[in-house]
């Protein structure tokens, strides 16, 4: 079992800046890949970035790419989330992740946190 908790959510305006941690309990972390996930109401969970096991690969959605940045320190258990140029449409309940391999499929993912509330204000 992994257990994931993320923290760091929050208000912000639009333009403005906010930096997701997601950290990691039980099994090993280095282990596994690890991806962002966000969701509004009645909508689909949609992927955000993902990277691999050493945070050597990355990969983002087209919607976040140039604005958010996924990065991991595994001597701390820890997977980040760097979102600058926030927009209004960035508003979303965001997860993180973590599975074997890396994807872009919701399914693919075993372990799931509970979720941060970012609001985008415009």
């Known amino acids: 079992q992994v257990q994931l908790v993320e923290s760091g959510g929050g208000v912000v305006q639009a333009g403005g800046s906010l930096r997701l941690s997601c950290a990691a309990s039980?099994?090993?972390?280095?282990?596994?890949?690890m991806a962002w996930f966000r969701q509004v109401p009645g909508k689909e969970r949609e992927f955000v970035a993902s990277i691999n096991w050493s945070g050597g690969s990355t990969s983002y959605a087209d919607s976040v790419k140039g604005r958010f940045t996924i990065s991991r320190d595994n001597a701390k258990n820890t997977v980040y989330l760097q979102m600058n140029g926030l927009k209004p449409e960035d508003t979303a309940v965001y997860y993180c992740?973590?599975?074997?391999?890396?994807?872009?499929?919701?399914?693919?993912?075993?372990?799931w946190g509970q979720g941060t509330q970012v609001t985008v204000s415009s």
């Open positions: 992740a973590a599975a074997r391999t890396r994807g872009s499929a919701p399914l693919r993912y075993d372990y």
């Open positions: 039980g099994r090993t972390f280095s282990n596994y890949a």
